[in-house]
């Protein structure tokens, strides 16, 4: 007994000693990486961005690419989500046909590079008409939207079915069984529920939706790695506009991430939320 | 003119052409940075071998006049440049324009090729003069002198040109055909591939005299942009080789290989 107690005595007194030294080390590390990349982000700043080029490229070609990118986003954005609640219901029909069908386009779109499906729709569908027939003007935005489209609408489905299925199957069938129809119930009762579960997953897709519209620029459409590569292709300089782009892309992707956190408190009935 | 930008990840397909029988000179192989492909400079056949206007001329002062060994490398245009200064590769060929701006961060050879920066439209296209390309789209591939071409035509017009920049000059084509833009600004030899082979029927170089007419240069009968050179880009550093090119290019121009080249790509 005695033995047994000592021994735990020393156990406890190394594994706090260990998480001290533990968390020392990770201070340490932590302190030095921020001082690495503080250096080396002043260095940038201060010795590598060429001010007055810097000023010159904000307005017009970083400016307009940035509310090009931001309108592109806003609607495929919109749009994916609703393609995906269609894709994440038609993903758990008990029609195993419809089952069947979600799973394959989930699949083309997960298993296939974004890149491919873009130039499959910008390159691919105006060849099924005659040379110089192709009826729509500026298709390189639909396909765009399109092509955003379709393939976040295929992860967020993929989402919105993990998040159904973590639902117990008793809160579907007592909804049932209160008389409610299937849609009453998935509507009321189950998807409230399986969108909070979902949110943290779509909200990532989102994020990455906004990272992937800079492969946009092989469909000549002028957004910011375009006007990135325009730049850089004629100055030869690379600091300023890298500059320009991240604190583009961050002026999206910080402020969307914390919507996506307010929304997920906001569904969280823990918190006091609305649901 | 040039070239191009590209993408990103051009699947690193580093077409290594390494060729027999170089024993006798320095042991260093030239490695030769290209943007592959830009046809009918550097380009490769369905059977997947390395060709071209470039790759010829490569082998005829490399091999045949230097006794060196040489390989491409395949490499991005729009980074080109910075790659040769990283020391990636050695030397440039790359369909590359001799201008200004890149004068300040390699030195060019002797000029090897002059192109002209041409307009090429739908066949059933109205367009007939610079001043009809008012109000309309028009492609070219991103980080190239036609590019640059477009841009000063745009300034021209006023600021009524909508260009499209595509990463390689096959999209820029295909957006053509597609009616996604109706014109390509584009060199004249790169063009005239296009025109004469897929696009034959479909698609036509806008005629006429332009820039090549006022500098009294033997331009090819289309309405012309701009005149530039071909060079071979060196590091600034690179002298001593660089001359030894240039004296291999000028053999080669005397004994009639490059003629015998030339004709082999862009005669007619």
């Known amino acids: 007994m005695a033995t047994d107690t000592g021994r735990q005595r020393d156990a406890s007194v190394l594994d706090k000693l260990d998480d001290n030294r533990f968390r020392q080390i990770g201070m340490l590390g932590t302190a030095l990486f921020a001082l690495v990349v503080a250096v080396f982000i002043s260095y940038i700043l201060l010795a590598r961005v060429d001010y007055p080029l810097l000023i010159n490229i904000i307005y017009p070609q970083f400016t307009f690419a940035f509310l090009r990118v931001i309108g592109i986003i806003l609607i495929s954005g919109v749009l994916a989500v609703v393609a995906g609640v269609i894709v994440g219901l038609a993903r758990v029909s008990k029609t195993g046909l419809t ?58 489905g993929e989402a919105l079915r993990g998040g159904i299925e973590s639902i117990p199957k008793g809160q579907m069938e007592a909804a049932r069984s209160l008389g409610m129809s299937y849609i009453q119930s998935m509507r009321e009762v189950v998807l409230p529920q399986a969108w909070r579960n979902s949110l943290a997953a779509i909200g990532n897709d989102q994020v990455i939706l906004v990272k992937d519209t800079s492969l946009l620029t092989v469909l000549a459409i002028p957004e910011l790695l375009s006007a990135f590569r325009q730049v850089n292709s004629a100055t030869f300089d690379a600091w300023t506009p890298i500059v320009l782009v991240a604190v583009a892309y961050l002026m999206i992707t910080i402020p969307l991430g914390k919507l996506i956190r307010m929304l997920e408190a906001r569904a969280d009935p823990a918190a006091g939320g609305e649901h | 003119m040039d070239r191009r930008t590209y993408l990103k990840a051009t699947g690193g397909a580093a077409a290594a052409l390494s060729f027999a029988g170089c024993t006798g000179g320095s042991n260093e192989t030239i490695s030769i940075g290209s943007d592959i492909p830009y046809r009918p400079f550097e380009y490769e056949t369905t059977d ?18 230097l006794d060196m060994e040489y390989e491409f490398q395949q490499t991005s245009f729009d980074t080109i440049i910075p790659s040769l200064n990283n020391g990636n590769f050695r030397i440039i060929m790359s369909a590359m324009t001799i201008n200004d701006e890149r004068d300040e961060q390699v030195d060019f050879s002797d000029p090897y090729f002059t192109a002209y920066q041409t307009i090429v439209v739908r066949e059933g296209s109205d367009i007939t003069s610079k001043e009809d390309m ?21 300034e021209e017009l006023g600021g009524d040109l909508k260009i499209n920049e595509y990463d390689q000059i096959p999209d820029a084509f295909s957006a053509l055909l597609n009616n996604q833009v109706d014109a390509v600004i584009n060199d004249n030899t790169v063009s ?14 806008v005629e006429g005299e332009g820039a090549a007419a006022e500098e009294g240069e033997n331009a090819p009968p289309y309405l012309t942009l701009t005149v530039e050179n071909y060079g071979i880009a060196f590091r600034q550093d690179d002298d001593e080789f ?11 121009r005397e004994d009639g290989t490059y003629d015998e080249i030339y004709n082999e790509y862009f005669a007619g």
Not at chain 1, 131 to 152: C, D, E, K
Not at chain 2, 135 to 154: C, D, H, P, S
């Open chain 1, 99 to 156: 089952r069947a069908i979600a799973k394959g386009y989930i699949e083309f779109f997960r298993g296939t590079p974004l890149l491919f499906q873009l130039f499959v729709i910008y390159l691919g569908v105006p060849q099924l008409w005659p040379p110089g027939q192709f009826p729509i003007q500026g298709f390189n935005y639909y396909a765009a939207v399109i092509g955003l489209t379709m393939n976040h609408a295929a992860y967020v």
């Open chain 2, 192 to 205: 005239a591939e296009f025109v004469n082979g897929e696009g034959d029927g479909d698609v036509r170089f």
């Open chain 2, 242 to 252: 660089r001359e030894e090119v240039n004296g291999a290019l000028a053999a080669i």
């Open chain 2, 48 to 65: 997947g071998e390395l060709t071209g206007f470039d790759v010829d001329i490569a082998e005829a002062i490399f091999a045949g006049e």
């Open chain 2, 134 to 154: 008012a109000g309309i789209r028009v492609g070219v591939q991103k980080g190239t002198t036609g590019a640059g071409a477009a841009q000063g035509l745009k």
